[in-house]
């Protein structure tokens, strides 16, 4: 059974930066690990994401710039590395994974973590 983990939420002010981490049970190198949030009232969507095989990476023009994928394969681990950060990044972030490549769509992916809510203030 696959399990996904996130860790390293919190309360930030506006331009401050966080560290996201996302432990499995399954090695990423064998996985594409997408990073999703969502905000009160609004859609699930697409941050960033790493397709485990290649080390691709992928993110949203919301972040591009701002946040950086990563992984550890030797720990199992992914990270996502938050900088100067906007009131309109509060949400609550996920990490998935799935099978084969990287895809935008939350349908996509079969294993979810329960979730880190990050907050920041002006």
């Known amino acids: 059974q696959v399990t996904v983990v996130e860790s390293g939420g919190g309360s930030v002010q506006a331009g401050d930066s966080l560290r996201l981490s996302c432990v499995a049970s399954?090695?990423?190198?064998?996985?594409?690990m997408g990073w999703f949030r969502q905000a009160p009232g609004k859609e699930r969507e697409f941050v960033a994401g790493?397709?485990?095989?290649?080390?691709?990476?992928y993110y949203a023009d919301s972040v591009k710039g701002r946040f950086t994928v990563s992984t550890d394969n030797n720990k199992n681990m992914a990270y996502l590395e938050m900088n100067s950060l906007k009131l309109e990044d509060t949400a609550v972030y996920y990490c998935a994974l799935m099978s084969g490549a990287i895809s935008y769509q939350s349908y996509d992916y079969p294993y979810w973590g329960q979730g880190t809510q990050v907050t920041v203030s002006s």
């Open positions: 399954v090695r990423f190198s064998n996985y594409a």
């Open positions: 790493i397709r485990g095989r290649t080390g691709s990476t």
